[in-house]
């Protein structure tokens, strides 16, 4: 096998698992989608739809929640992140004081956005 074929199997092997949810609902309809993330968080395992298979939530992991409001458009975005290894979702390395992170949070007020 060439170098040049090889790079390319090792790239197909790395490449990004993506999967989108985006469009119009109602917020009944919104509150149903955070609802089974929320419970499958609690449970360790998110079903995200009929084509993909479980994704395994580990322990710990980093979570952002991002508010941004402009003129003509607000937005709310959450994100829950963690490192993976072999396959394997993977919790972060704890905080060596106690065991737990503390979150952080950043405020802007309406003056500081201009």
């Not at 990004?16 to 009944?28: S, V």
């Not at 993977?90 to 060596?96: A, T």
Request: zero cysteines; glycine letters at 8%.
């Amino acid at each position: 096998m060439t170098d040049q074929s090889q790079n390319a199997n090792d790239a197909e092997e790395h490449e990004e698992e993506e999967f989108e949810l985006e469009g119009l609902m109602t917020r009944e309809q919104g509150e149903n989608v955070l609802r089974r993330l929320a419970t499958g968080v609690a449970s360790g395992s998110v079903e995200l739809g009929r084509d993909e298979g479980p994704v395994t939530v580990p322990e710990q992991f980093e979570v952002e929640v991002e508010y941004e409001e402009e003129e003509d458009e607000a937005e709310l975005e959450v994100e829950l992140e963690w490192s993976m290894a072999d396959g394997e979702a993977v919790s972060p390395e704890e905080d060596e004081s106690d065991g737990t992170e503390e979150p952080e949070t950043s405020e802007q007020g309406a003056d500081d956005q201009e």
